[in-house]
């Protein structure tokens, strides 16, 4: 981690800055402290405790850049993120999103951290899913589906496993390279079993949580063969034209929770659809932060389909930035 310049507060001309690499973000936030940063994080959400800004979005194409700001108290200082989103990346063997974090001091204002945020990104979005799954997912669920095979989907079996005891682990996605690899990397590297299969219908097949990890603007989970108990979670449908799930499957949805209710409203693609359609009302959308607190209910029967829609928000890349900078 480099340093540049001197002391931070008021009176001081220089800036303890430091310039952080994916590299040593990952080393700073395991998964464990990662969760941990999270839970925090929608908890001072639902609380009332945090200031969110508005998520800005511009797209070109099918590429976009994504604008997040947050603070999580008076004694945090702000947090800004820019994303970039280019699934054309991929087919190049390059990452589909980057990302950078700037974090600024609380009394001054001032510049104290430069952090790449793709590592960031990716640990922050898993382990937010993890709470949710914890909170949502019936406690005897011990099966997995992972539609998805890119970074997003390896870092959220990682996540899950932490909340979950996974007997098994099934991924699916296009590339049949693709997903043999993920199925074998996680497999030798968390001792579970985890098998690529070839269709999503085979992986969501009796699964009592199912994740989608991908940036498809069309739905890639078969509804009809989710199982009664389900817990759904999306964390590609940030965008309202991208859509993982059909809207059969919000309507059958015995609760629908997401990360903020003004955030999901306009911008998670289910979601903005199913209350253009009136298949949901806004009333009815539950934040993730108030199931945590108890304030709201999440899931309340054993054979309920429960859908958690991530848009992925500020507070929680303040919340991970000061847990890799030692001040959460």
């Avoid at 959220?156 to 996974?166: C, D, E, K, T």
Wanted: with cysteine.
């Amino acid at each position: 981690m480099l340093r540049i310049g001197g002391r931070v507060g008021r009176g001081a001309t220089e800036v303890d800055m430091r310039v952080c690499s994916d590299e040593q973000v990952a080393e700073a936030l395991d998964v464990d402290a990662a969760i941990r940063s999270q839970r925090l994080a929608f908890e001072w959400l639902g609380r009332g405790e945090v200031q969110l800004a508005e998520k800005v979005a511009l797209r070109t194409g099918d590429d976009t850049t994504l604008c997040y700001l947050s603070r999580l108290s008076p004694a945090h200082g702000a947090v800004s993120k820019l994303v970039a989103v280019h699934p054309g990346n991929a087919e190049e063997g390059l990452p589909a999103i980057s990302a950078t974090v700037l974090v600024l001091d609380a009394v001054t204002g001032r510049t104290v951290a430069v952090m790449a945020a793709t590592a960031l990104t990716e640990l922050r979005t898993a382990a937010g899913s993890a709470v949710a799954a914890d909170a949502l997912a019936l406690p005897s669920a011990d099966e997995l589906a992972v539609i998805g095979s890119g970074v997003q989907a390896r870092a959220h079996v990682r996540a899950i496993a932490r909340v979950r005891r996974l007997r098994e682990v099934r991924i699916f996605s296009r590339d049949p390279r693709r997903r043999e690899s993920a199925a074998a990397e996680l497999s030798a590297e968390l001792g579970l079993a985890v098998r690529a299969v070839g269709s999503a219908a085979e992986a969501v097949r009796s699964a009592p949580v199912v994740v989608t990890c991908t940036l498809s603007a069309q739905p890639v989970v078969p509804t009809d063969r989710i199982e009664a108990g389900a817990t759904v979670l999306s964390v590609g449908s940030f965008e309202p034209h991208r859509r993982e799930v059909d809207e059969l499957l919000v309507r059958r949805a015995g609760a629908v929770v997401v990360d903020d209710v003004a955030t999901a409203a306009s911008h998670a693609g289910p979601v903005v659809h199913a209350l253009e359609r009136g298949d949901i009302t806004r009333d009815g959308l539950r934040s993730l932060g108030e199931v945590l607190l108890g304030r709201a209910p999440g899931r309340t029967r054993d054979d309920q389909v429960v859908f958690f829609n991530s848009v992925g928000l500020g507070v929680q890349d303040a919340a991970a930035a000061h847990a890799v900078l030692g001040t959460l």
